[in-house]
């Protein structure tokens, strides 16, 4: 059987699937349909430093192949997260990481250094491209800077591994993950969601409670294999990829376009147990081709 | 599988259609291991779905939600006015009260029915209602049972209570219904439909504004008791 372990900085992971921040909550609601200690690993709902309310419903709108959200980070903070999720998260036997989201680069870095207590959460991905909140999210993640100044800020307090997750609403996502490697970043992941909006013909007015929203699904899957590809040339750290991956297939292409690990977004909503088949899939296809690793797959398609 | 809960339905075979669709139970017969969904017919995926033929296969993830509240003691035979259930509802929105008419029954309080459409033609299911309780009916134009909304029919002049309320339908319908419900101080709940994507609790798309902030509809819903409502 080939083998299906791979590392991101120092994090290794069983296997390269993990499930994406804000489609499988906590992991815990998926216990029915999912053997959760099978995954690489889980990145919990979006954190922030205060709870937050997220935006007025709607917050959803069904697109061409794909969805429109706008949720804006709902949640009920990093201390509740610390109190009440950790203790029971933790028990699984899978690698578990919290995604982190701020509105200044000193909030992002004080989640993170609260998390960095947490002896179970060996990595945090640092969400830089949240495009549904008003202060920060998105705004850092566009600037090669506004990038490099929250990666600064959380990489002088958080000593574990740090995946920065970026956005894929900007002109070059090669300059800013090289601006994000050069401030200490131990892996990227992308993409986070295209920004888009939905129009109600019949009442003329937007579908989303703040107009815009972010894209995700199949959809956009062409353009975030692009911007792996492209990173992969620009930077030497890690990718982690996403963007709209709803098979194996999907998963293998990702990693070939230089993906060391993949993440499982809004396919978990069509098929709750999809990370599953993605796992039995790749390790199909490693067979077929006769790879002895996954690694061996990283980059393959360059 | 209770009264309330729904069912989240993969739609194959349509193009435009991405994401499940969530559909209530409206009738669940273990002797005969049938589940009944009510779809009415209004974009791509219910189209699709009110396309399949009989022999079928269709790929289901249920049951999801809460459902409504049940008595806790056997109604046996307690169907004084003040005993009973009046369960409301609005065009395809009285599916999940066939379901909840059935369970009641069974525990031994009728419950009543108080049926909406625009016209006769909306009102469906009426001899399946009929097996279970009283029916009552009204329409916007007149056709069937008393001309108006489902809040004007007479049924609410007359004096003595009920146990509790149980509505669903359109939003402005249950609004109105909670509205009455209040003012005779009567339990009421109604079951929400908001746009929803996972139907697990995990997206955090299908939130309804609470007294306890926002809830998922999906998970903590989609019954509600209307006191937690911002109504």
């Known amino acids: 059987m080939a083998d299906l372990s791979v590392n991101i900085g120092n994090l290794g992971l069983k296997n390269p699937v993990m499930t994406a921040s804000g489609t499988f909550g906590y992991g815990l609601e998926f216990a029915d349909f999912v053997d959760l200690n099978r995954l690489g690993g889980i990145i919990v709902k979006g954190t922030t430093l205060e709870p937050r309310q997220g935006n007025a419903y709607p917050r959803m709108a069904e697109t061409a192949h794909g969805m429109l959200n706008c949720v804006g980070l709902q949640n009920k903070g990093v201390d509740y997260f610390c109190e009440h999720i950790y203790p029971e998260v933790r028990k699984m036997d899978t690698a578990i990481l919290v995604n982190v989201s701020g509105n200044s680069p000193e909030s992002y870095a004080e989640c993170a250094r609260r998390i960095a207590a947490l002896d179970d959460i060996p990595a945090i991905e640092l969400n830089i491209s949240c495009p549904n909140v008003k202060q920060g999210g998105m705004a850092f993640g566009v600037t090669c800077e506004g990038a490099a100044s929250v990666v600064r800020a959380v990489r002088a307090v958080y000593p574990k591994t740090l995946i920065v997750k970026l956005s894929p609403n900007v002109t070059s996502i090669a300059d800013i993950a090289r601006a994000v490697e050069a401030e200490g970043a131990d892996a990227v992941s992308l993409i986070n969601t295209l920004m888009g909006m939905a129009i109600d013909a019949e009442k003329r007015c937007p579908v989303l409670s703040i107009g815009t929203g972010g894209l995700s699904g199949p959809a956009v899957k062409p353009v975030a294999l692009r911007m792996v590809w492209q990173v992969y040339d620009a930077v030497k750290i890690p990718i982690v990829g996403l963007g709209g991956i709803m098979n194996a297939t999907d998963a293998v292409e990702f990693m070939l376009a230089g993906a060391t690990a993949v993440e499982i977004g809004t396919a978990n909503f069509i098929d709750p147990s999809v990370t599953m088949k993605v ?17 061996d797959l990283v980059g393959a398609a360059h | 599988m209770l009264p309330g809960q729904f069912v989240e339905v993969r739609v194959d075979g349509s193009s435009e259609t991405f994401l499940r669709r969530p559909i209530s139970i409206n009738m669940l017969d273990r002797s005969t291991n049938e589940l009944w969904l009510l779809v009415h017919t209004v974009g791509a995926g219910t189209r699709a779905l009110a396309q399949l033929k009989e022999g079928a296969v269709v790929n289901v993830v249920l049951p999801l939600g809460n459902g409504f509240t049940l008595p806790e003691n056997n109604l046996q ?29 069974a525990r031994g309080s009728r419950p009543v029915f108080l049926l909406g459409g625009r016209s006769a033609g909306d009102l469906l299911q009426l001899d399946d209602f009929r097996q279970y309780g009283d029916v009552y009916l009204t329409t916007e134009d007149g056709s069937a049972g008393e001309r108006g909304f489902v809040t004007q029919h007479s049924l609410w002049q007359q004096s003595g209570g009920y146990a509790r309320i149980c509505t669903c339908g359109p939003k402005p ?21 908001n746009l929803m994507a996972c139907g697990l609790g995990a997206c955090l798309c299908c939130v309804e504004d609470t007294t306890e902030g926002h809830v998922c509809v999906c998970k903590d819903g989609p019954v509600f008791n209307i006191d937690k409502l911002k109504w």
Do not use: W
């Open chain 1, 279 to 295: 796992i039995d899939g790749i390790e199909d296809y490693l067979q077929r081709h006769n790879f002895a690793s996954v690694r």
């Open chain 2, 77 to 105: 035979n307690d169907n004084s006015d003040g005993g009973r259930y009046l369960l409301v509802g609005g065009g395809v929105g009285t599916a999940p009260l066939l379901y909840l008419g059935k369970e009641l029954a």
């Open chain 2, 173 to 193: 319908m249950m609004v109105a219904v909670a509205r009455l419900a209040r003012e005779k101080e009567i339990s009421c709940e109604a079951s929400l439909e």
